[in-house]
């Protein structure tokens, strides 16, 4: 017969054996053990649905190029004369459409609205106003204000193609007053006049005697695994692997999510393309998917890759970019990047971190077209500034930065028809980055 004792202990020891069993199921099943398990056996966090970026907020122009006379000015988003000048277009009432293939070249007042994506009958139609039955298979990307000599009501122009991909332009008069407008215009090119020059992309536009902020920002990330769990089907069956020291994937077996926290990024692939998606857009596709996946600032505007300010390899069908002080933020890791097939993303990647509050900002010159031309002649033989192409705006630098904070710098993206891309600093002209786009 078994000893008192040993029974008691051999009870202890087998009570504490299930005690520890449950406590273990306990931690794995609430991700205290997930930083360690290979198969991601975690509780599902659900992902609210965002409300961030709206559809609207997203489908505006990204600049307002004004002309009057010889005098050049650019409008940029946020600023009272984009509330100014968008409000005119939205409330221009436009009337008795005619279609025409050019515009006319001697306009004394040309305000020209540019769109990253086109505008057709589903997506932004609310910038085409005054057009019915002529949207189908019409896309716009540019429209016009425009007045000619002795004019006292301006026309608009809508600058687009039909559905063979020739050039139609819809030409309509409106209400608006030539003498106020180019009152507002020639007021706007005095105060911030802008150098331009026709190049291989249409144009380019750089302000004289410029100014911009240079600013520092606080940022936020978003917390990783609700995010992650958001792509998969049964986030119960996730296997995670470590890649490297900065880099980690999670797969189902099909989907595949990578976090690299090295660069701030997350990368997303899906390359078993399903039957077609809910919206015949993939301009709806891409907003709904952004809302189910964390959803974005407030600060982006759409582009497509024809429309991209920046070039991207990976050619992104769309690109949302993030605009900061009326500048677009230069930079394609910025941005929130969709590869769409038949309604179904098959690739996504964004940054893993979203700016917050101003922490500090200082006003700096930038500078103009001589100086840029004499920056870009440093790299070798004489320039001919026909040949490249020049957009303003930021680039983000963490290097050297605080903890949780990111500096804005401005900068000048530069492009070439041979395809070469250089970025440089716009208040000195340093070169800070190259390369073969």
């Known amino acids: 017969m078994m000893p008192s004792f040993l029974r008691t202990l051999k009870t202890a020891i087998l009570v504490l054996l299930v005690a520890s069993s449950m406590v273990l199921s306990f931690l794995l099943w609430s991700d205290n053990l997930q930083e360690g398990s290979e198969i991601g056996l975690a509780q599902p966090h659900s992902l609210p649905i965002a409300a961030t970026p709206s559809l609207g907020q997203t489908i505006r122009p990204y600049e307002i190029d004004v002309e009057t006379g010889d005098r050049h000015t650019v409008i940029r988003p946020g600023s009272a004369a984009y509330a100014f000048w968008t409000g005119q277009l939205l409330t ?11 515009m006319p070249s001697s306009a004394t007042l040309r305000v020209s609205f540019q769109f990253g994506i086109p505008l057709n009958g589903a997506i932004g139609k609310a910038w085409l106003d005054g057009l019915g039955q002529e949207l189908v298979g019409w896309q716009c990307r540019t429209i016009v204000i425009y007045a000619m000599s002795g004019w006292r009501t301006c026309n608009m122009a809508l ?5 063979g991909g020739q050039t139609q332009i819809f030409i309509e008069q409106t209400t608006l007053s030539v003498s106020s407008l180019e009152s507002t215009a020639q007021s706007e090119a005095e105060a911030a006049p ?13 302000p004289e005697n410029g100014h911009m902020q240079r600013i520092v920002y606080s940022y936020t990330e978003p917390e990783a ?5 958001s792509f998969f089907l049964n986030p119960q069956a996730i296997t995670k692997i470590q890649e490297n020291a900065s880099t980690t994937l999670w797969t189902d077996g099909s989907r595949a999510v990578q976090i690299d926290k090295g660069a701030d990024q997350l990368e997303y692939e899906d390359p078993n393309a ?15 998917f ?40 230069l930079d394609n890791a910025a941005d929130y990047n969709l590869d769409i ?35 870009l002649e440093r790299l070798g033989s004489r320039v001919n500034v026909h040949t490249f192409h020049v957009e303003l705006g930021y680039v983000p630098v963490r290097q050297s930065m605080p903890a949780g904070e990111i500096e804005l710098e401005p900068a000048y993206y530069v492009t070439n ?21």
């Open 194 to 206: 802008y150098s331009v020059w026709d190049d291989f992309e249409g144009e380019s536009r750089v």
């Open 290 to 329: 952004l809302h189910a996946h964390g959803g974005g600032p407030e600060n982006l505007i759409g582009f497509d890759l024809l429309g991209m300010l920046t070039v991207n390899l990976n050619g992104p069908t769309l690109s949302f970019a993030q605009f900061v002080d009326g500048y677009p933020i």
């Open 225 to 229: 695994l609700p995010l992650i769990q």
């Open 92 to 102: 221009a009432r436009p009337m008795h459409p005619i279609v025409s293939t050019a």
């Open 159 to 163: 600058i687009g193609n039909d559905a």
């Open 341 to 375: 097939e038949s309604g179904h993303v098959l690739e996504f990647d964004r940054p893993l971190w979203t700016l917050s509050t101003v922490v500090r900002q200082t006003q700096v010159s930038v500078i103009g077209q001589s100086q840029l031309i004499s920056s």
């Open 274 to 288: 399903g039957a077609s998606g809910l919206h015949s857009e993939d301009y709806l596709t891409a907003i709904d």
């Open 417 to 437: 028809n041979g395809g070469d891309v250089w970025v440089l600093d716009a208040v000195n002209g340093a070169i800070i980055a190259e390369g073969l786009a």
